[in-house]
């Protein structure tokens, strides 16, 4: 998911695989390279979960009990949808 790379708008310069996403959606279609790199603006008024980054060198800091699977499927199912079967095959 392209949200997964936004930044927060003070951010800059933007990210590397940020930088590369805008340049190709530029070149691809022409849109205009947004000024920033936060994405939540294209959500409107979409429900967003978000949580801190999984990494292994900070994952104890935030990402730990953030519970982003059960809150998706909270989410989902306050929208009228099924909740998400996540078990990996």
Do not use: C, T, Y
Not at 13 to 40: T, Y
Not at 74 to 88: C, N, R, Y
Request: proline share 15%; net charge negative.
């Amino acid at each position: 998911m392209g949200l997964s790379f936004s930044v927060a708008p003070e951010v800059r310069p933007v990210p590397g695989s940020l930088d590369n996403i805008l340049r190709e959606m530029h070149a691809d279609i022409g849109a205009p390279r947004p000024s920033k790199g936060d994405l939540r603006p294209l959500l409107g008024q979409l429900p967003a979960i978000e949580s801190a980054h999984p990494s292994p060198m900070s994952a104890d800091r935030g990402f730990f009990g953030s519970r982003p699977f059960s809150r998706a499927n909270e989410l989902l199912v306050q929208q009228g949808a099924q909740p998400v079967d996540w078990p990996l095959p």
